[in-house]
T-cell receptor, first 110, second 110 residues
Framework: DAGVIQSPRHEVTEMGQEVTLRCKPI?????LFWYRQTMMRGLELLIY????????DSGMPEDRFSAKMPNASFSTLKIQPSEPRDSAVYFC????????FGPGTRLTVT | QKEVEQNSGPLSVPEGAIASLNCTYS??????FFWYRQYSGKSPELIMF????GDKEDGRFTAQLNKASQYVSLLIRDSQPSDSATYLC??????????FGTGTRLKVLA
């Protein structure tokens, strides 16, 4: 298996622009997670999907953040409008039992 | 607030020595625990997991769990410079929520 796939790997955008991060989980995994990692706050869970349904979005920082999982093999995390404080590495992870992380998207908002 | 606590380090050990990484957790309901290794600029990589009291060995790695003390540890035998990384401890709280510690930075000195 190719593992969890994320795109883009790096994204540089200007404040106010829309950003869309993409994730393809490991085939057969029924749980998908979006995390954000910064030096200051460590690894934070943003949202969790089970069988394509959002179960817990309590970690989504504001209404500017939204996530979708239209099918078992694809999820998006959208930030609109983006702000400099959104700069971080965003990880997607999937699990059947053990959780596996994708390579991450490094987002820089200027 | 359910938490996982780790000493941030750095923990420095000489090459060939045993590195001991420790983690405590607050949620007594947590049943499964995971150790991840994260190299700088990379995503967390699952090393091993444990859910029974006692020791679990996998190659040079041994995970130890003591539920009464709410304590998890990871021992790395014959430490190599390539083991230098940040090690994240995670507790599975409930059915899906992985609570991550902030990580311990390990430096193996050649």
């Amino acid at each position: 298996d190719a593992g969890v796939i994320q795109s883009p790997r790096h994204e540089v955008t200007e404040m106010g622009q829309e950003v869309t991060l993409r994730c393809k989980p490991i085939s057969g995994h029924n749980s998908l997670f979006w995390y954000r990692q910064t030096m200051m706050r460590g690894l934070e869970l943003l949202i969790y999907f089970n069988n394509n349904v959002p179960i817990d979005d309590s970690g989504m920082p504001e209404d500017r953040f939204s996530a979708k999982m239209p099918n078992a093999s694809f999820s998006t995390l959208k930030i609109q409008p983006s702000e400099p404080r959104d700069s971080a590495v965003y990880f997607c992870a999937s699990s059947g039992y053990e959780q596996y992380f994708g390579p991450g998207t490094r987002l820089t908002v200027t | 607030q359910k938490e996982v606590e780790q000493n941030s380090g750095p923990l420095s050990v000489p090459e060939g020595a045993i590195a001991s990484l420790n983690c405590t957790y607050s949620d007594r309901g947590s049943q499964s625990f995971f150790w991840y290794r994260q190299y700088s600029g990379k995503s967390p990589e699952l090393i091993m997991f444990i859910y029974s009291n006692g020791d679990k060995e996998d190659g040079r790695f041994t995970a130890q769990l003591n539920k009464a003390s709410q304590y998890v540890s990871l021992l790395i035998r014959d430490s190599q410079p390539s083991d230098s990384a940040t090690y994240l401890c995670a507790a599975l709280s409930g059915t899906y929520k992985y609570i991550f510690g902030t990580g311990t930075r390990l430096k193996v000195l050649a």
